[in-house]
Nanobody, 127 residues
Framework: QVQLVESGGGLVQAGGSLRLSCAAS????????MGWFRQAPGKEREFVAA????????YYADSVKGRFTISRDNAKNMVYLQMNSLKPEDTAVYYC????????????????????WGQGTQVTVSS
């Protein structure tokens, strides 16, 4: 069982930065690949970024590539999403999720593969 709690959301102007954090409970955090997803008003939840359980592999949606960076600290049971050059279209509720991973380098972009989800944190980017 893993519990996830996101923080760090807020209101920022276009071009600004935010760093989201996700704190995970449990002693098995390092066995999970982690992902960030987002859901904008009136839209379906979409993949943003994923990181393997070792942290050695990251993958990004095209819409955020080059602007967002996902990282993790297994010693602290934390995963982060550094968001730079924010755009109004990045406005959404951001969720972190945990996927029990079979290998140290695997990750998933599919929501159905994720076993645990946080409650979400709102990010609003003003123009």
């Amino acid at each position: 069982q893993v519990q996830l709690v996101e923080s760090g959301g807020g209101l920022v102007q276009a071009g600004g930065s935010l760093r989201l954090s996700c704190a995970a409970s449990g002693r098995t955090f390092s066995t999970y690949a982690m992902g960030w997803f987002r859901q904008a008003p009136g839209k379906e939840r979409e993949f943003v970024a994923a990181i393997s359980r070792s942290g050695g592999t990251q993958y990004y949606a095209d819409s955020v590539k080059g602007r967002f960076t996902i990282s993790r600290d297994n010693a602290k049971n934390m995963v982060y999403l550094q968001m730079n050059s924010l755009k109004p279209e990045d406005t959404a509720v951001y969720y972190c999720a945990a996927d029990f991973a079979p290998s140290s380098s695997s990750y998933s972009t599919h929501q159905a593969n994720y076993d645990y989800w946080g409650q979400g944190t709102q990010v609003t980017v003003s123009s």
